[in-house]
């Protein structure tokens, strides 16, 4: 006899045999048992999880001849035989990709009409129907309504959203569902039992997962494992054939980035590479063992994690060197990393720079000591302002008594470029204006003193900014200039020189209590970036976006 690949040769003959459809091959055991079979069957599942199979069952359960009391083909009397070999003149096989024209369906009306030769029902197998063509499927709806007593479609795909409404309402559907790792690895193990082949059921996990849910895929993977290992399937093969990296590598990169160690994480990224396994899929196995130590980490039990028992033992173990926070921060970083270290040709680099930009990670830990920090240093501020409040504080002068300010009554509209104020040239936005930042940050604070600032005549090249402002004094008899000169070269931190033209004259503007209040904001912002909490806060990428008075 000719020799079988795995994948036929372990077909599945009953519906018993097929792995992990049990809500459906039920259904259809019961329908069979009950005579309330359908004229329309749509199997609809991913790749390899037993639709073209189960229609052969369920084909074999409707004309089998010597039908068993569960529903069960019997596999041994002339019908059965037939259709298991495929040479049943009443079982008509259709590849809908290759046979998707009107002609081909028309073929189909002009032959259904004849009985069925030697079995119970003339069957048609339409594989990959969502390949028909539109008109095709309007050429077949009216047979799909009304097919023959003695004749049942029995119609497979991998894609049902592409089948037009009309005919799925015609359909009695059944979803197969995605294989589970346990499902596959048990069979595999199975037919490596029954094949006398020695192996290691970490390698068959291994497979499971490469053929993503799909019995098939797993089986062909598993054929060529055992032609390349010499009839052993070991975790050592699985690496040689398909690429993957060496699990103590993958898992010493998750336990270094817990641990913050950085140079044993690139070194294992990069042994990685010097053996010529595929960084892309490293990443995704980084991915898919991180979603398992989440799983345990949150719900404290491997129920719902698929992998063998050692797996299982180091998920567990490596789940107690962070918290569930810190895990979940991880695991959305290296899924946003995978997308784009995938589809890089620099594959490496950005997998290394992955890894050490995971190990210089705060835990959360970190976050609470910075919190607990951000509010001693919080309550200390407050009570140093009150104190020095109640020493310096004095009572205000009554507005007559207050020197008087006031902007020159020339008129400069602020987004004029080189307007003359006093016979002087103003320079504006062609370069740096650190005036109109300065005053723009009390804009969201004080909106009022913001406009008052904004108002000032000013002259601003590249080294000075010069100010003038009117009073009814004869000189700066209170320190306003004073003040506005700290709270300015606070802000440029030496970048320009500040001064202060004072003119007699007019009304005032400013209050003594607002520049104090500016003076007051400027302090405590001060003192804040010189908090220990706030620089650690600035080192962990926070920001200051404002100082609010109480």
């Known amino acids: ?171 009695q559907r059944y979803d197969l569902k995605r294989l589970s790792l346990d499902d596959v690895a048990k069979q595999l193990a199975k037919i490596l039992d029954a094949e006398q082949r020695q192996y290691d059921m970490e390698a068959l996990y291994a497979i499971a997962r490469e053929g993503e849910g799909s019995m098939r895929d797993s089986q062909t993977i598993l054929e060529q494992l055992v032609t390349f290992g010499g009839g052993k399937v070991t975790e050592s093969e699985i690496s040689m054939i398909l690429g993957a990296s060496d699990k103590k590598q993958l898992r010493g990169i998750i336990e270094s980035i817990a641990k913050h160690d950085s140079v044993a994480a690139v070194t294992f990224a990069r042994d990685i590479y010097k053996n010529g396994k595929s960084i892309e899929k490293a990443s995704r196995d980084i991915l898919s063992l991180l979603h398992g130590i989440l799983l345990f980490s949150e719900l404290g039990n491997g129920s719902f994690i698929e992998a063998p028992a050692e797996e299982l033992e180091w998920i567990k173990s490596c789940s107690q060197l962070a918290s569930t926070p810190d895990w979940t921060r ?87 470029e080189n307007e003359n104020i006093a016979g002087k040239p103003v320079e504006n936005s062609v370069k740096e204006e650190l005036w109109r930042d300065f005053a723009a940050t009390f804009k969201d604070k004080d909106a009022f003193l913001y406009g008052r600032l904004m108002s000032l005549p000013y002259i601003e090249d590249e080294k000075s900014v010069s100010v003038t402002i009117t009073t009814t004094l004869n000189s700066d008899g209170d320190g306003f200039s004073k003040r506005l000169k700290t709270l300015f070269d606070n802000f440029v931190q030496g970048r320009k020189e500040f001064s202060v033209d004072f003119k007699k004259g007019g009304e005032s503007i400013f209050t003594e209590d607002e520049l104090r209040r500016m003076e007051d904001m400027e302090r405590r912002k001060k003192e804040m970036t010189e908090s220990g909490a706030v620089k650690t806060a600035l080192e962990m990428g926070f920001e200051i976006k404002g100082v609010f008075a109480e």
């Open 1 to 171: 006899m000719a020799y079988q690949v795995v994948a036929r040769k372990w077909r599945p003959q009953r519906f018993d045999e097929v792995v992990g459809q049990d809500h459906v091959t039920s259904t259809l055991k019961y329908a069979i048992l009950n005579n309330r079979t359908a004229p329309v069957y749509l199997f609809t599942g991913i790749r390899g999880t037993g639709k073209t199979t189960l229609a052969r069952i369920l084909v074999k359960a409707l004309n089998c001849t010597d039908l068993q009391a569960d529903g069960e083909p019997c596999n041994k009397c002339e019908c059965c035989r037939e259709i298991s070999e495929g040479r049943s003149p009443d079982v008509v096989e259709i590849d809908g990709a290759s046979n998707n024209s009107v002609d081909d369906v028309r073929d189909i009306k002009e032959n259904i009409s004849y009985s069925p030769v030697k079995s119970k029902f003339k069957v048609y197998i339409i594989d990959e129907v969502h390949m028909l063509s539109k008109s095709a499927f309007n050429a077949l709806l009216k047979t799909l309504e009304e097919p023959p007593a003695h004749s049942v479609f029995i119609l497979a795909t991998t894609d049902p959203q592409k089948i037009p409404t009309t005919v799925l309402s015609r359909c």
């Open 330 to 416: 991880l695991f959305r970083f290296w899924n946003g990393e995978y997308e784009g270290i995938k589809s890089s040709d620099f594959a490496l680099m950005l997998f290394e720079v992955a890894v050490i930009t995971a190990c210089s990670f705060p835990t959360m830990n970190d976050f609470r000591s910075f919190a607990k920090n951000i509010s001693s240093a919080a309550s200390a501020m407050t009570q140093n302002v009150q104190v020095a409040e109640k020493k310096t504080a004095e009572p205000l002068k009554s507005v007559q008594n207050q020197p008087q300010i006031q902007a020159k009554t020339e008129k400069r509209p602020l987004d004029v």
